[in-house]
Antibody, heavy 115, light 112 residues
Framework: QVQLVQSGAEVKKAGASVKVSCVAS????????MHWVRQAPGQGLEWMGI????????SYAQNFQGRVTMTRDTSTATIYMELSSLRSDDTAIYYC????????WGQGTLVIVSS | DVVMTQSPLSLPVTLGQPASISCRSS???????????LIWFQQRPGQSPRRLIH???NRDSGVPDRFSGSGSGTEFTLKISRVESEDVGVYYC?????????FGPGTKVDIK
């Protein structure tokens, strides 16, 4: 069983950046891909991108190109998602997910962007 | 991008009765490797989504057998044979055949 523990809620000003972390345990960190998905309040799910923890190579959805960076630290089995130039419509819960086919989800991190 | 649609968007059900959710994609989800990467998730109120079914019809470990997935090409269905109170929530289909991966809008299931 895989466990994913994400960092706590964040409140940011518009224009700032946020960096969310996700610590994985219960499996070999580098054996599969990991994703980030977000969910605005009362809304559906939006895929942001994918990272290969083994190679650190990441690919991003077009909507987030240029604003999002996904990285990893193999020594701590942690992946990070940094989103810059925050806007009010970036207010959402951000989820990390382990597995190429979205096997296990973290508990989510609420990011609130205020103007 | 592949557009995923679901119907209905709201589904009031009676406990113990069956329920069915339809999911359609704007193009065939058959991957070049022969698999069809259509996935169903359940999101209970206040919780993270949880994967129920992958590759159209393969139920995840721990998922009750009252849940089943079927379909092919562009049309897929999630069925609950007898709805229980713990099944209340939003159900999403998602395609993982083409990048970017895309989700359906969700179907809210609640009890009549």
């Amino acid at each position: 069983q895989v466990q994913l523990v994400q960092s706590g809620a964040e409140v940011k000003k518009a224009g700032a950046s946020v960096k969310v972390s996700c610590v994985a345990s219960g499996h070999t960190f580098t054996t599969d891909y990991m994703h980030w998905v977000r969910q605005a309040p009362g809304q559906g799910l939006e895929w942001m991108g994918i990272i290969n923890p083994s190679s650190s190579r990441a690919s991003y959805a077009q909507n987030f190109q240029g604003r999002v960076t996904m990285t990893r630290d193999t020594s701590t089995a942690t992946i990070y998602m940094e989103l810059s130039s925050l806007r009010s419509d970036d207010t959402a819960i951000y989820y990390c997910i382990w597995g190429r086919y979205f096997d296990y989800w973290g508990q989510g991190t609420l990011v609130i962007v205020s103007s | 991008d592949v557009v995923m649609t679901q119907s209905p968007l709201s589904l009031p059900v009676t406990l113990g009765q069956p329920a069915s959710i339809s999911c359609r994609s704007s193009q065939s989800l058959v991957h070049s490797d022969g698999n069809t990467y259509l996935i169903w998730f359940q999101q209970r109120p206040g919780q993270s989504p949880r994967r129920l079914i992958h590759t159209v019809s393969n139920r995840d470990s721990g998922v009750p057998d009252r849940f089943s997935g079927s379909g092919s090409g562009t049309e897929f269905t999630l069925k609950i044979s007898r709805v229980e109170s713990e099944d209340v929530g939003v159900y999403y289909c998602m395609q993982a055949t083409y990048w970017p991966f895309t989700f359906g809008p969700g179907t809210k299931v609640d009890i009549k």
